[in-house]
């Protein structure tokens, strides 16, 4: 089991490491996180959601993902909540102090999880949440040292060294577990160092001198490896960008931004520059605007007109600069949103942007596919793309209604389903459209025609970029924590080699 001292020290990344070393040792390896707290989803070939930070390890560990990876995964909305999915379905949404009295009810379902993957698998990677040193949480978490000694899992602590204070983290750690927690400890991992590792002898060998716990490598800083991590958002430069031969694109950095990793693939390309803006004075004049996903569409709609960032959209969409809106993002683009039950705010209605003729109605049932669409749009960014199928999913709440607006995409298969659906809507010869579907810029041609649309002068250089999370991007993962890591002793502490 993989824990760290914190949030964001690197436990997801350590753990799609460890899944693809495993895997090119030739185990059959299988990452696990019983409780994951991410707005960044995904949709299993059967339907289920879950978080993509499982689904990149699975990837690493060259399997399919299935939801028994993340069996609950919770969804922050607004007001200090959120949706609770169980096993890939919703299961109810709820304050952080009533769902602690869940998790008695949810500890067998995460141990069920478990179990099947341990039956399954030769290795299960366990991953933890934030510290299992918080104390206060003791007695109500199923995700730390619960699940540790559930499976009398050896557990590494990993410890982040670039934010300062590693050594007083990793140790008050330790000294904040109980007896039966810290025989479960079986070695330190540092990550995120830059500069000569021998600087840190002395603290390594005091660390190990204090508490009898090896130190098991020392992982550097990189910048050159795209790995989806939970809900962060990779803004390293990725090419030189030139106002007039590149193209500038912003997106709106929502409140409750959800599936950030749909634009990823544009910034990969050479050229394209993205852009994450809050305020309206950092529009500028951009080549497309796109509004992302959210977990709370209406909160996140009310935000933007709050900042004046939706009046600035609006005029910029009105002279001609393209505008795209993903889930979320599409149903602030009609005309109203309706939540006459209201499933996300206090508000039975909301206007949103006008810029397409649709209105969305809030349900309480949720929409999860994996799909296979067909592009019916021929205009504007469309050009050269009618008839050209894509593969993408579905997450959303509530369905959006055309009215003289023509779909953007047919639906042919969802999930399992061949029935033919219609999809997203079309505006101003095609220069403004919506859709439900995330994913939609790894279809190469589709992202690489829709460039060339949005500005004629941008010349596609090269062969497609290795996408993030792509198989030569774990494979640089891999060989960076290979070199860093003593991966013997790991497979030692495992049972797996004597």
Known sequence: MIQGTGSSVGKSIMVAALCRIMHQDGFRVAPYKSQNMALNSFVTRDGGEMGRAQVVQAEAAGIEPTVDMNPVLLKPE????????????????????????????????????????????????????????????????????????????????????????VFAQLMGTVVLLEEEEASLLKGFIINKFRGDVSILKPGLDYLEERTSIPVLGVVPYYHDIMINEEDSIYREPISEWDRKTGIDIAVVHLPRISNSTDFEPLQQEAGVRVRYITMPWQMDNPDLIIIPGSKSTISDLSHIKGTGL????????????????ICGGFQMLGWRIDDPERIESEHSQVEGLGLLDIVTDFESAKTTHQIKAKIVAGKGLFRGLEGETLTGYEIHMGQSRRGSTAPAFEIIQRSDSEKSHPDGAVGNEGMIFGTYLHGLFDNERFRRALLRNIKPSYEISGAPPDLPSGDEQYNKLADLVRQSLDIERIYQICGLKG
Not at 311 to 322: L, Y
Request: charged share 25%.
């Open 78 to 165: 607004a007001d200090a909540r959120a949706q609770v999915v169980v096993m890939g379905k919703p299961f109810t949404t709820t304050s952080a102090y009533d769902y602690y009295k869940l998790t008695p009810e949810l500890f067998p379902i995460v141990e069920k999880s478990l179990n099947r993957l341990r039956d399954e698998y030769d290795i299960v990677i366990i991953e933890g949440a934030g510290s299992p040193a918080e104390i206060n949480l003791r007695r109500f978490e199923i995700v730390n040292m619960s699940i540790a000694k559930l499976a009398q899992a050896p557990v590494l602590l990993v410890g982040d060294i670039d934010k300062g204070g």
């Open 310 to 325: 939706a009046s600035a959209i609006v005029e910029k969409a009105r002279s001609g600069t393209p505008v795209i809106g």
